[in-house]
């Protein structure tokens, strides 16, 4: 499914902080804005660290990016979804971690009825929750987010810009 996608942004901690890293681990992550059936897109709430995010997550074992970003949908939002284009790759270097990451994202659509989602541990402690909104909406709630500790900024500007990438490939 993933052919050469087109690269909207790189994002380093020098842009959000002076400090310096050398080696870095790679991640490759898949994430989407997904749409429901009455257009609404599903973005989750951050509450512990105020800022919005897509659904979304790192690969793991051996899967590729389409089965991480089934399961990922599935466990964070609750929804099965299908594919219905590309909207870019993002790299995020996130210096006072060492890591290097690839965010690929999707544009999608809920296919069948939206269930629960099944949050790990730490999504529960930082007090996660789910909002359907208007495309407009999702962008404005981004924009008026003040993210809080490190991965906040990285997630808000990454974040907010697949949703900017998204209304644009959606509008036309």
């Known amino acids: 499914m993933l052919k050469k996608m ?12 002076p400090e310096e890293a050398s080696e870095f681990e790679i991640r490759r992550a898949a994430r989407a804005v997904v749409l429901d059936t009455d257009s609404r897109v599903g973005l989750l709430y951050v509450k512990k660290y105020n800022y919005h995010k897509l659904p ?6 051996n899967e590729n990016i389409d089965e991480a970003l089934k399961r990922e949908c599935l466990e964070e939002i609750g929804c099965k979804i299908e594919v219905s284009g590309e909207v870019g790759e993002i ?4 210096d006072k971690w060492a890591l290097k990451q690839h965010s690929y994202c999707f544009v999608a659509k809920v296919i069948g009825e939206k269930g629960k989602p099944d949050f790990t541990e730490k999504e529960l402690e930082y007090g996660f929750e789910i909002k359907w909104v208007p495309l407009s909406e999702a962008i404005s709630l981004m924009e008026n987010d003040s993210p809080e500790g490190y991965e906040g900024p990285f997630i808000h500007i990454r974040d907010s810009a697949f949703l900017a990438q998204a209304a644009e490939i959606l509008n036309n």
């Open 56 to 61: 979304g997550g790192g690969l793991e074992g």
């Open 6 to 17: 087109t690269l909207l942004k790189t994002i380093q901690f020098k842009d959000i902080s």
């Open 91 to 94: 790299i995020e270097y996130r």
